[in-house]
């Protein structure tokens, strides 16, 4: 009963399936305020904008950004951290990929936390590319 409730659950709220239902149900209302002569403004939607939209893989990268200077380290130095620990690993994570982008799988395999990699993602100090698709 549990392995058949987990296969069910995987299948109903994949976010993959639960993204393409929020797009649908957003489409819908986005045509019944045209429908019934609504003046709306959807401008709001943006705020949406940093959500994830895909599953980030371990060949994926944390590069540096091109106007984030490679010595502002520091400025981690701005935000509250939790715990020391997370600081003092932001700011090793911004010397590591100061130079050349590092692979997600590889800064994970080095004892990195992924919420210190997404973190300085989000605070746009870092970015996260895309690996290319591998040649089947």
Not at 3 to 27: I, M
């Amino acid at each position: 009963m549990g392995t058949a409730g987990r296969a069910r659950a995987s299948l109903q709220f994949a976010w993959p399936k639960v993204a393409t239902q929020f797009l649908q149900l957003w489409d819908g209302q986005l045509g019944l305020g045209h429908h019934e002569g609504r003046r709306q403004s959807f401008e709001s939607l943006g705020c949406f904008e940093h959500y994830a939209d895909v599953i980030i893989q371990p060949a994926d990268l944390l590069a540096r950004l091109p106007d984030v200077p490679d010595s502002d380290a520091g400025i981690v130095d701005l935000w509250r951290f939790h715990q020391s620990p997370d600081r003092v690993a932001t700011k090793l994570l911004m010397e590591i990929t100061a130079a050349n982008p590092v692979s997600i799988g590889e800064l994970r395999d080095r004892g990195f936390d992924l919420d210190c990699i997404l973190w300085l993602a989000k605070k746009g100090l870092r970015r996260i590319l895309s690996a290319p698709p591998t040649p089947s």
